[in-house]
Nanobody, 122 residues
Framework: QVQLVESGGGLVQAGGSLKLSCAAS????????MGWYRQAPGKQRELVAA???????NYADSVKGRFTISRDNAKNTVALQMASLKPEDTAVYYC????????????????WGQGTQVTVSS
């Protein structure tokens, strides 16, 4: 069974920094794209940043220049370094990964972490 476990959320003042981490575990053959999404109260879940297995990155316009996504393929982890945080960054942040595993044949599925709360006070 594949599992994503996040850590690193919390409360921070505007202008501060936080780092989120996510570790994938289980019977993993390959992790393809990984990313971070967020969902604020009353809003839809949105993509924050994504990174391919080769290291290509993509960011939401609202976080460009402030957030940095990175991954360690050897450790099956992805991180999101957040700087210059704003109150509008307040949300539950979710780790996402497209993972291929083998059970007689190869399967590829999207997996989600449990979510971690980030609160930015003004």
């Amino acid at each position: 069974q594949v599992q994503l476990v996040e850590s690193g959320g919390g409360l921070v003042q505007a202008g501060g920094s936080l780092k989120l981490s996510c570790a994938a575990s289980g019977s993993i053959f390959r992790i393809n794209a990984m990313g971070w999404y967020r969902q604020a109260p009353g809003k839809q879940r949105e993509l924050v940043a994504a990174i391919t297995s080769g290291g290509s990155t993509n960011y939401a316009d609202s976080v460009k220049g402030r957030f940095t996504i990175s991954r360690d393929n050897a450790k099956n982890t992805v991180a999101l370094q957040m700087a210059s945080l704003k109150p509008e960054d307040t949300a539950v942040y979710y780790c996402n990964a497209e993972i291929t595993y083998y059970r007689g044949v190869f399967y590829t599925h999207d997996y989600w972490g449990q979510g971690t709360q980030v609160t930015v006070s003004s």
